[in-house]
């Protein structure tokens, strides 16, 4: 049986843009349209990559170099691809991915310093050049941001990054968006709960076709 190949959604953001709540309900929204969806996360995902997961965010790992980060995040990325995501897609199922390639350029890239053709080169090997049908950013700001986070327990190895870190990740992310204007859509995740899901609702609807 031919499978129409399955679409692939990502979201992005800082530190406490909402996330996790709107994941929650765009899941929701796309299974009642009847779609067999997965849902998944970077790093992360597989048992390799939660394993990858736990060293990248171990706040006792304040020596991992940049480029030790960077691969790590590709090697969670590159199983994630092979083990998850391209079999779904492969079987007509859609994918809804907490983070992918562009958190890289963002966090790797704009946070830390490592050089934008350098992540493209290991995205074309690590993923095949795999991007998503479509890319939601929620965008606040920084400090709004952080204020948010701050209430959820201890810190991860990069959430404990100074505020410099998180404006240069915002930066990246905007000007990932501004290069990418056919994948990405900005979502002001300074409004409530309920708007920014109706938002992100909206930039996925041509996803359906002729749905509901």
Known sequence: MNHERGKFISLEGGEGAGKSTLLAGLR???????VDLVLTREPGGTELGEAVRAIVLDPA???MA???ELLLMFASRAQLVREVIEPALAAGRWVL???FTDASYAYQGGGRGQPAERIAALEQW????????????????????????AGRGDADRIEVEADAFFERVR????ARAAAHPGRFRLIDANGSPADVLRAAEEAIAHLFGAAP
């Open 28 to 34: 929701a929204c796309i299974e009642r349209h009847g």
């Open 61 to 63: 790992r304040r020596n």
């Open 66 to 68: 940049a480029e030790t």
């Open 97 to 99: 991915c907490d983070r």
């Open 126 to 149: 690590a993923t095949g050049g795999l991007a998503p049908d479509i890319t939601l950013l929620l965008d606040l700001p920084v400090a709004t941001g952080r204020a948010r986070a």
């Open 171 to 174: 930066s990246a992310y905007r």
